[in-house]
């Protein structure tokens, strides 16, 4: 019986002399044996502890232990009863033992790639860059320590909805591959609470769902080179989102929550920005139908909703609502209006955003009403 793990052994000695302990733990393989001889017929039991420098390890006679089932084997075999799990001979361990302890693995090219051989479960930052992946390889979705994952310059056309079961995944490359799309179930999974860095640079995505602003915990969205057409509409939800860079997509105007972001730093050079139309658009209903006055107080009154209370179809309605400048919202009843904002106003540092040295950018307004309309016309002047 054999256990991976950290271990540090502590002497008692150490307090009376005056020192301390190191208090770090090195990887080791924790092992139950047995041994028996001819003096003393009934099996002694040890704990036998060997590490990368000391394979054939250091044996301890077997006490108690934090693991039950392995203290409970210990007993059994200190006691000289039978033990019904397997237990290990006094061997040397093997070096390929200690490979299951690795927390870094980088592999950049196909005939590195492991096809026959498992990742080491205990890998935390796995990068597998130029192996011609065309899919995300399911073994790396049973890691479950992974916190950084870099699957950049291959040719994964699609994200499995599983990535979102990684629940310590801090950091998420997919730079260079041939994505189309950043699935809702992603956006709505366990990376809401974990994911800090996303970089979708380089790929064919135009337009990111909605609930992609439920990803909270966003510090560091890299979105360079897609073929993007438009932010998504909720996007100052990304309240701890410092560093943006869109550069080189096909945006022809900022949504109106743009405005709440606060960043340290944002490029979008290279967009195709129109510029800002005279005369606004109009489209108020007098009066309001039913749909967008219900509309209306579920979402000022942060009324929950979903699937299973209304159908699907109005759930997206409600949750691409647009936003008045007055802080209440409207579906299909407004007025909408585009001026230009100097990007200084939500960002430390900005990138130019064209060749002749411009900080502005066109962002669209909406207005619930009329009279919200008037009092803010300053605003598009």
């Known amino acids: 019986m054999k256990l991976h793990c950290e271990v540090e052994v502590i002497s008692r000695h150490l307090p009376a002399l005056g020192l301390r302990n190191r208090g770090k733990g090195v990887r080791a393989v924790l092992s139950l044996c047995q041994q028996t001889s001819r003096s003393q017929p009934s099996a002694r039991a040890f704990l036998l502890i060997s590490t990368l420098k000391d394979k054939r390890g250091t044996r301890y006679e077997a006490n108690s232990s934090s693991l039950k089932g392995f203290l409970s084997a210990v007993r059994l ?45 205990s890998l935390e930052h796995l990068q597998t860059s130029y192996c011609g992946l065309v899919r995300v390889d399911m073994r790396m979705l049973c890691l479950k320590n992974l916190r950084k994952l870099d699957l950049s310059h291959n040719h994964i056309k699609k994200l499995p909805a599983t990535i979102g079961d990684l629940i310590h995944l801090q950091e998420l490359n997919l730079n260079d591959n041939h994505l189309e799309s950043f699935s809702v179930a992603l956006c709505q999974s366990t990376l809401q609470k974990s994911l800090r860095t996303l970089d979708l640079s380089k790929n064919k995505i135009k337009a990111l769902p909605v609930q992609f602003c439920q990803l909270h915990e966003l510090t560091n969205l890299k979105l360079d080179d897609n073929e993007l057409i438009q932010f998504p509409c909720k996007i100052g939800q990304l309240i701890n989102l410092r ?43 007098a009066p309001l139908t039913l749909l967008e006055s219900s509309a209306r107080t579920i979402l000022y009154n942060r009324i929950p909703y979903g699937s299973h209370i209304i159908p699907f179809h109005l759930c997206q309605d409600l949750d691409t609502a647009k936003t008045c400048v007055c802080g209440r919202f409207c579906l299909n009843s407004f007025i909408q209006g585009t001026t230009t904002m100097n990007l200084h106003s939500v960002a430390h540092t900005v990138v130019l955003v064209d060749n002749m040295g411009g900080t502005e950018a066109p962002i669209v307004s909406y207005f619930c009403s009329l009279g919200c309309y008037v009092n803010s016309s300053d605003m598009l002047k």
């Open 243 to 285: 560093f943006l860079s869109a550069a080189r997509n096909k945006l022809p105007f900022l949504p109106s929550e743009f405005r709440n972001l606060s960043l340290e730093y944002l490029d979008l050079f290279g967009n195709t920005f129109e510029q800002p139309k005279v005369l606004p658009v109009i489209k108020l209903q």
């Open 77 to 121: 075999a200190h006691r000289g009863c039978k033990v019904d799990i397997p237990v290990s001979t006094l061997t040397p361990v093997k070096t390929s033992e200690f490979e299951n302890f690795k927390t870094k693995m980088v592999i950049t090219s196909k005939k590195d790639y492991p096809l026959s051989k498992n990742f080491p479960y």
